[in-house]
């Protein structure tokens, strides 16, 4: 199976971007759909976005056109490039794998998950 690892979180000022990183051990991100979800307290799991095996991506609905994600399959990494952030975007930010082929919007069809990397946004 494997494990993810996210990198890449902070505090920056509204405005302000960061890069997000995940790194795969023990399988490829190839092999998996690789999502990208984030989790405010007090709030649900939401979806930010995926690239399936193929490498399509699509994103959850609210994330306009601030976030992208990429793959890096030399580096076995996936990455979510965050910009002109918000507010309310703090979050702690997960990358997740999952077996089918497609992935889904839903964290729950996700098998394996990081731990979090905490990005705050600052006003």
């Known amino acids: 199976q494997v494990r993810l690892v996210e990198s890449g979180g902070g505090l920056v000022q509204a405005g302000g971007s960061l890069r997000l990183s995940c790194l795969a051990s023990g399988g490829a991100v190839s092999d998996y759909a690789m999502g990208w979800f984030r989790q405010a307290p007090g709030k649900e799991r939401e979806f930010v976005g995926r690239i399936i095996r193929s490498g399509p991506i699509y994103y959850g609905d609210s994330m306009k056109d601030r976030f992208a994600i990429s793959r890096d399959n030399a580096k076995n990494m996936v990455h979510l490039q965050m910009n002109n952030l918000e507010p309310e975007d703090t979050a702690v930010y997960y990358c997740?794998?999952?077996?089918?082929?497609?992935?889904?919007?839903?964290?729950?069809?996700?098998?394996?998950w990081g731990q979090g990397t905490q990005v705050t946004v600052s006003s």
């Open positions: 997740a794998a999952d077996e089918a082929p497609y992935g889904s919007r839903r964290a729950e069809t996700y098998e394996y």
